[in-house]
């Protein structure tokens, strides 16, 4: 079955701190995989997805095969970066599906 | 230009009714999915339209259902509310059915009493 999982609920970090997300996948084929985030009272809003390799906003995340994970990390927190994150996938072959996680709270303290 | 626009934003319903939600996508996006989120069981999918057709379903029951309509615009119904569907209900919209990820609209808030 296909799953997405994000160990935790919350993540507090202070400004300035490192970040990462986790996100393990399960999914036996070649998955889309995607970040998503929630700012407060917004959106919520595609930040990065896999096959573009880009960077937005400071944030990285990279696919790892072998680990079933696609963590989400930016090396300086900013309070600005204090949002909801999903992580979420989709199957080759049902593009328009998204299994999401559960979301990461993430909180950056001044 | 516009993004994905949800109607009504909220709607307060009784048990048994039935409801209608709308959503209008980007201009030129051809792929509208809807998703359910919950406290409890988060963002769940509902199923995804392109070009009319119904291409992903998902583990609901068949008091869900949706169309789409030749302008892209897609609405989803439900019938014989529970007390359970009260949720946000997701509209989002993308140009290549998803691949390129999806805008998501600002949702309509049911409430069932």
């Known amino acids: 079955a296909q799953r997405v999982t994000q160990p935790e609920k919350l993540l507090s970090v202070f400004k300035g701190a490192p970040v990462e997300l986790k996100c393990n996948y399960s999914y036996s084929g070649s998955p889309e995989l995607f970040w998503y985030v929630q700012y407060s009272r917004q959106r919520l809003q595609l930040l990065l997805r896999?096959?573009s390799r880009e960077s937005i906003k400071g944030f990285t995340a990279d696919l790892n095969k072998g680990e079933t994970s696609f963590h989400l990390k930016k090396p300086f927190a900013q309070e600005e970066d204090s949002a909801m994150y999903y992580c979420a996938l989709s199957a080759y072959n049902q593009g328009g599906k998204l299994i999401f996680g559960q979301g990461t709270e993430l909180s950056v303290k001044p | 230009k516009a993004g994905v626009t949800q109607t009504p934003r909220y709607l307060i319903k009784t048990r048994g009714q039935q409801v209608t939600l709308s959503c209008s996508p980007i201009?030129?996006?051809?792929?509208v999915s809807w998703y359910q989120q919950t406290p409890g069981q988060g963002l769940q999918f509902l199923f995804e339209?392109?070009?009319?057709?119904?291409?992903n379903k998902g583990n609901f029951p068949g008091r869900f259902s949706g169309r789409q309509f030749s302008n892209s615009r897609s609405e989803m119904n439900v019938s014989t509310l529970e007390l359970g569907d009260s949720a946000l209900y997701l509209c989002a919209s993308s140009l290549t059915q998803g691949f390129d990820g999806y805008t998501f609209g600002s949702g309509t808030r049911l409430t069932v009493v």
């Open positions: 339209y392109f070009s009319e057709t119904q291409r």
């Open positions: 896999h096959i």
């Open positions: 201009s030129g996006h051809r792929s």
